[in-house]
C-alpha cells in the first residue's frame, strides 16, 4: 500500500490534431480512497485515465503511480499497479473463453500454471462469477462482461483500478450489481463517470473535470449539493 | 490515424490540385511507363524526365519533408537491386574484399533501377498528394473499373478509420494487461511475456475477434444500404465530363512523356 | 507506420515493363471473374461485404505480437480471409487491400500493382484454399485439425507467394536469381511461421465463438461446384511449379537471365517496338558529355522557369485574396 497511490503534476496533452485535452492537471489520490472523476463528453476524464497506465505519456507535467514515474521505459512495471477497464468490454476482452481472458495477464507474468489457476478461480468468485470459466466471453450480455472485465485486472493484484464509465448501457438491476461489487472491492479505486448516483453512493470524494482542467474537488456530498456547478458544466 | 492526417495536403490550390484527377492520373501513369521504358545509363533521359517531375512538385507547392518522407519508405526494396552491382559482368571497375568486383554494367544497372524507382514512387506521391482518395477512386472508373468494385473501395475508404480505431483499441487492451512485476526476491528472474506460440495465438484471438464484428458490422451496413432501397446495383451520379481543354492537355502531356524513352533509345549510345 | 511489414509490396522500377503489362493483364482478367463469381454466390450483399471486410484485413493488418528486441510478427491475412469468406471472396478482399496501399499509401508501385495482386491476392488465396482444403480431408477426425490447416494454408500462402515475388525479380534483371531466391524464400519460411500462428489462432477463436462462420471444406465436393475446385487445383499447380522452379532458378541465376534477355527484359530498351529508325538516319549525338549537359540544361530551366511562374503566380493569388484553403 502506498501513501499517494497516485500523484498527477501539472499534466498536459494536446492530441496531434491540435486540441488541448489537458491543461496542467493535477491530483493526487491516497491509498484505500474511492474517487469519483465527473464531467461532461470531451472534458478529458478518458484522456487522463490512459494517461494513469501509460497508454499514453506526459508531453509535459509529470505522472506517478505508486512511487513510479510514468515513463516509456517503465510502462510496463505501471501496468502491473494499475487495472484499467475500459468502457467498451468489447474491446477488454479478446480471448475466446472467460478462463483465458482473465488468464491473460496472468500468463504474460510468467506465474505457474497451478497459481493461474488458482488466482482466475478467485477473480471471478470475488465478481460473483464462479461458474462462468469456460463460457464464451462472446455470448454474455453487456453487464456479465463488464464483470469479466474487472475480474480480468484483478488477479494481477493492482494498487489502484481504474474505470471508465463502468455503469454505462446497464440496466437497473446490472447497475446496482456493479456499484455492490466495486463497494466490495477494498482496493483504490478512480471512476470516470456520468452517473451522479454512482459517485454520491460509492465514492467519498468527487473530481469534476471540464475543458480538460479540474473545476472542482472535495466530499462527494459537497459537491454533488452543488446544483450551480454541475448545471455550468454540462452534468446537470 | 484519420483521413484529416493523411489528406492534409489535397486541398490545396495550386495548379495541380486543380487538374482533374482523370487527367492527373492518366498523366501520372504515362509518366511512370515512360519512365519503366527507359534504356539503362540513358542519363540524359533520366535527368530530363527528372526535371520534369521537379517541375510538377513544385506546381502543386508541396512541402519538401512531405516527399522525402514517403520516398523514404520505399527503401527498404532498393536493397535487393544492390548485388547487381558485382554479378552483372563486364569491365571491372573496383574490386572489393572476397573477390566481388563491382562493374561499370553494374553501376549502370543499379543507379537505373534505383532512379526508375524514385522517379516513379515520387510521381505517384505528387497524384495522391493532390488528389483526394475518393476521387482517386472514381477516376479509376473513367479506366475501366467496374462501378461494384469503385463502390467496394469507397466502403472500404469509408470503413478503413473505424476498423482501424478498433484494433488500435484492441492492441491497447492487450497493452494494459501486459504488465511487469519489478524485481523482487520472491520472483526474481522469472521470464515474462509468455511464449512465442502464444503471443501469436493472443494476436490471432484479436484478429478473429476484429474480424467476426466486421463480419457483423457488414451485415449492419448492408441493412442501412437495404433500408435506403439499395437492390444490388451500384448507382451513381455521373462523373462531370472532362473539359476538351484538360483532356488536350492530358493526352498531349502523355504522349511527350512516351516519346521520351523512344528518343532516348534511338539516339543514346 | 502505414508501410506494409512485409517486404513483398514490389515497388515500380523493379519488374520488366512487358512482366508487369502480362501480370496486370492476369490480375485483371482474374479479378473480373472474382467479381463476377462473388456477386453471384453472395448476391446484393457483395458489395458491403467486400467493402467492410477489405477494411478489416487492412486494419487486421497492424495487429501484431513481439518476436524478439525490436522485432514484431503481423498478419498478412490471405489465409485468414480463405478460411472465412472462400477463395473467390478473398481475392476481391485482398486485392482491394493490395491496391489501396498501392495507390494510397505508395506502398508497391502502380505498374508493378498486377504483379504484387497476382503474388499477394491471387497466389496466397489459391495456395491457402488448396492447404485447407487438402489438410481438412487429410486430418478429417483429429481433434487438432482446424490448428494444423490452419497453420499450414498461413506458412504456405506466405512462401509461396514470395517464392513468385523473387522469381519476378529475377526475370527482370533486377536480381540475381541466386540471392533474390534464398533471400526472399528464408525471411518469408520464418514469416510464414508467424502468419500460420496467428491465423491458427484466429481459427480457434472464431470456431469457439461463430463456428457457423469456419468454413467447412472436409466435404466432398460436390457442394463446392467446379470453379472453386479450379482454384484448388490452381493452388496446387502454383505451389508446386513455384517450389520446383525456385530451387533451379537459384542454382542457375544465368539460366533465367538467359530467358530474360531472349525476351527482351533486360534493359527494356532492345525491344523490336523501338527500332523503327535505323542508326544512320538520325545523327545520333556520339558524345554522351555533350547529350548530358545539353539535358541538364534544358531540366534547368524547366525548373527555374516553373519555380518563377508558380512564386508569381502565388503572390498575385495571396493579394487578390482569392487562395482559399
Not at chain 1, 208 to 232: K, Q, T, Y
Not at chain 2, 140 to 154: C, D, T, Y
Not at chain 3, 219 to 245: C, D, F, H, K, M
Request: a positive charge; hydrophobic letters at 50%; charged letters at 15%.
Amino acid at each position: 500500500m502506498h501513501h499517494n497511490t497516485v500523484k498527477i503534476e501539472h499534466l498536459s496533452y494536446r492530441y496531434p490534431d491540435g486540441r488541448l485535452a489537458l491543461n496542467k492537471v493535477s491530483l493526487r489520490i491516497e491509498a484505500g480512497e474511492k474517487v469519483a472523476l465527473i464531467g461532461p463528453n470531451g472534458a478529458g476524464k478518458s484522456t487522463l485515465l490512459l494517461h494513469l497506465n501509460g497508454l499514453l505519456l506526459p508531453q509535459a507535467g509529470s505522472v506517478r503511480v505508486c512511487d513510479i514515474e510514468v515513463t516509456k521505459e517503465n510502462v510496463a512495471h505501471v501496468r502491473s499497479a494499475v487495472g484499467l477497464v475500459f468502457q467498451d468490454p468489447n474491446d477488454q476482452l479478446f480471448s475466446p473463453t472467460v478462463f483465458e481472458d482473465i488468464a491473460y495477464g496472468l500468463i504474460y507474468r510468467g506465474l505457474p500454471e497451478p497459481e493461474i489457476r488458482q488466482r482466475v478461480h478467485w477473480a471471478l468468485e470475488a465478481v460473483g462469477m464462479g461458474s462462468y470459466a469456460k463460457r464464451v466471453t462472446y455470448h454474455l450480455s453487456l453487464g456479465e462482461k463488464k464483470r469479466i472485465a474487472i475480474a480480468t485486472v484483478l488477479p494481477l493484484d493492482p494498487d489502484i483500478l481504474v474505470l471508465d464509465e463502468p455503469t454505462a448501457g446497464l440496466d437497473p438491476r446490472a447497475r446496482r450489481e456493479l456499484i455492490a461489487l466495486l463497494d466490495s472491492l477494498p482496493i483504490t479505486q478512480l471512476i470516470a463517470t456520468h452517473d451522479l448516483a454512482l459517485a454520491s453512493t460509492l465514492c467519498e470524494r468527487t473530481v469534476v473535470m471540464d475543458e480538460g482542467e479540474i473545476v472542482a474537488d472535495g466530499p462527494s456530498e459537497v459537491v454533488l449539493a452543488h446544483s450551480d456547478l454541475l448545471l455550468a458544466h454540462g452534468l446537470a | 490515424m484519420t483521413p484529416f492526417v493523411l489528406e492534409r495536403h489535397v486541398r490545396g490550390s495550386s495548379l495541380i490540385h486543380r487538374l482533374d484527377p482523370r487527367a492527373k492520373v492518366g498523366v501520372a501513369l504515362a509518366f511512370i511507363l515512360s519512365v519503366a521504358f527507359l534504356p539503362a545509363g540513358a542519363w540524359p533521359a533520366y535527368l530530363l524526365l527528372g526535371a520534369l517531375w521537379l517541375a510538377i512538385v513544385l506546381m502543386a507547392e508541396l512541402p519538401a519533408r512531405l516527399i522525402v518522407a514517403r520516398l523514404a519508405l520505399t527503401t527498404p526494396f532498393l536493397l535487393s537491386a544492390v548485388p547487381l552491382l558485382v554479378t552483372t559482368p563486364g569491365n571491372a571497375r573496383w574490386t572489393l574484399p572476397w573477390g566481388w568486383v563491382i562493374t561499370d554494367e553494374g553501376v549502370t544497372r543499379t543507379t537505373s533501377i534505383l532512379l526508375r524507382s524514385i522517379l516513379s514512387v515520387g510521381m505517384a506521391i505528387v497524384l495522391t498528394a493532390t488528389t483526394p482518395t475518393l476521387q482517386l477512386f472514381s477516376s479509376l472508373q473513367a479506366l475501366g473499373l467496374p462501378r461494384s468494385m469503385v463502390a467496394i473501395f469507397n466502403l472500404m475508404w469509408r470503413y478503413l478509420f473505424v476498423l482501424v480505431s478498433e484494433a488500435q483499441r484492441l492492441l491497447r487492451a492487450r497493452a494494459a494487461r501486459s504488465g511487469v512485476l519489478r524485481s523482487t526476491k520472491t520472483n526474481k528472474g522469472r521470464a515474462s511475456g509468455g511464449t512465442l506460440a502464444w503471443r501469436a495465438r493472443v494476436t490471432g484471438h484479436l484478429a478473429g475477434s476484429l474480424l467476426i464484428r466486421s463480419l457483423e458490422r457488414a451485415e449492419r451496413t448492408y441493412d442501412a444500404m437495404c433500408a435506403r432501397g439499395y437492390d444490388g446495383t451500384v448507382r451513381t451520379l455521373p462523373l462531370p465530363p472532362l473539359s476538351s481543354r484538360q483532356r488536350l492537355l492530358a493526352v498531349g502531356t502523355a504522349l511527350g512523356l512516351l516519346l521520351v524513352p523512344w528518343l532516348a533509345t534511338i539516339l543514346w549510345k | 507506420m502505414l508501410a506494409s511489414r512485409v517486404a513483398m509490396h514490389i515497388p515500380d522500377g523493379f519488374l520488366s515493363v512487358w512482366l508487369s503489362l502480362a501480370l496486370w493483364v492476369s490480375a485483371v482478367v482474374i479479378l473480373g471473374y472474382a467479381l463476377r463469381r462473388t456477386n453471384r454466390a453472395l448476391g446484393e450483399r457483395h458489395v458491403p461485404l467486400m467493402g467492410v471486410l477489405s477494411a478489416a484485413i487492412f486494419a487486421g493488418q497492424m495487429l501484431n505480437f513481439s518476436v524478439t528486441g525490436g522485432t514484431s510478427g503481423h498478419l498478412i491475412g490471405a489465409a485468414l480471409a480463405t478460411a472465412l469468406l472462400g477463395p473467390w471472396a478473398s481475392i476481391i478482399v485482398m486485392s482491394c487491400v493490395v491496391a489501396v496501399q498501392a495507390l494510397v499509401f505508395q506502398d508497391g508501385g502502380l505498374l508493378a500493382l498486377g504483379a504484387n495482386l497476382v503474388n499477394m491476392a491471387v497466389i496466397g488465396v489459391a495456395v491457402a484454399h488448396f492447404a485447407y482444403t487438402t489438410s481438412q480431408r487429410l486430418f478429417q477426425r483429429k481433434p487438432w485439425m482446424l490448428t494444423a490447416s490452419a497453420f499450414v494454408a498461413g506458412w504456405l500462402s506466405v512462401f509461396v507467394a514470395s517464392l513468385a515475388c523473387a522469381l519476378e525479380l529475377a526475370l527482370s534483371g533486377t536480381s540475381p536469381a541466386n540471392i533474390a531466391v534464398p533471400a526472399m524464400a528464408g525471411v518469408h519460411a520464418l514469416i510464414g511461421i508467424g502468419e500460420g500462428l496467428i491465423t491458427a489462432g484466429a481459427l480457434l477463436f472464431v470456431q469457439a465463438v461463430r463456428p457457423d462462420l469456419v468454413q467447412n471444406r472436409a466435404s466432398t465436393s460436390s457442394t463446392t461446384g467446379n470453379e472453386t475446385r479450379a482454384v484448388w487445383v490452381g493452388g496446387l499447380a502454383i505451389a508446386v511449379i513455384l517450389t520446383l522452379i525456385a530451387p533451379w532458378a537459384s542454382s542457375h541465376p544465368d539460366g533465367l537471365e538467359w530467358v530474360a534477355e531472349q525476351h527482351g527484359f533486360l534493359g527494356n530498351a532492345r525491344g523490336p517496338l523501338y527500332q523503327i529508325i535505323p542508326d544512320y538516319l538520325v545523327p545520333g549525338i556520339a558524345d554522351e558529355r555533350v547529350a548530358t549537359v545539353l539535358a541538364g540544361i534544358i531540366g534547368v530551366v524547366i525548373v527555374s522557369v516553373t519555380a518563377f511562374s508558380v512564386g508569381s503566380s502565388r503572390r498575385r493569388r495571396n493579394t487578390t485574396g482569392d487562395a482559399t484553403a
